[in-house]
C-alpha cells in the first residue's frame, strides 16, 4: 500500500516562499510509470494541478505557476519536495501530494490517472 504524507508549515507570509515536503512509503518515487504530483485546492474552487517529478527526477509544471515553482525529490529517502516562491492569499489552499499512474497501454505523449494521495495539508498565506 503506497501512503504519502505533507508536511510543512500552516503559515506563509505574503512574498516568502512555501516549501512542503511529501513523505512516500510503500513505493519508490523512482519506479518506472509514474510520477509523483502536488495538487492543491484554495476555498471554493477546483483541483489544482500544480506540477509533478517523474520516477526519473524530470519535472513538469502547470505553465501558469512555472515562473514561481519548483520540485525537486531525494531519492535516499524517499521525498519529494514543493517550493512556491513569492506568494500571495490567493496560493491558500489545502496542499496534496499524489502519485500519478501512467495509463495503458503507455502512448506518446503519455497520460497519468491519480491512484494515491496524501491527506492534505492546509496552508495559509497571510500576514
Known amino acids: 500500500q503506497v501512503q504519502l504524507q505533507e508536511s510543512g508549515p500552516a503559515l506563509v507570509k505574503p512574498s516568502q516562499m512555501l516549501s512542503l515536503t511529501c513523505t512516500v512509503s510503500?513505493?519508490?518515487?523512482?519506479?518506472?510509470?509514474?510520477?509523483w504530483s502536488w495538487v492543491r485546492q484554495a476555498p471554493g474552487k477546483a483541483l489544482e494541478w500544480m506540477g509533478a517529478?517523474?520516477?526519473?527526477?524530470?519535472?513538469e509544471y502547470k505553465p501558469s505557476l512555472e515562473s514561481r515553482i519548483s520540485l525537486s525529490r531525494d531519492t535516499s529517502k524517499n521525498r519529494f519536495f514543493l517550493q512556491l516562491s513569492d506568494v500571495t492569499p490567493e496560493d491558500t489552499a489545502v496542499y496534496h501530494c499524489?502519485?500519478?499512474?501512467?495509463?495503458?497501454?503507455?502512448?506518446?505523449?503519455?497520460?497519468?490517472?491519480?491512484?494515491?494521495w496524501g491527506q492534505g495539508t492546509q496552508v495559509t498565506v497571510s500576514s
Open positions: 499524489a502519485r500519478e499512474k501512467e495509463r495503458r497501454p503507455f502512448g506518446y505523449p503519455p497520460t497519468y490517472e491519480y491512484d494515491y
Open positions: 510503500g513505493d519508490s518515487i523512482t519506479t518506472s510509470g509514474y510520477r
Open positions: 517529478i517523474l520516477y526519473d527526477g524530470t519535472t
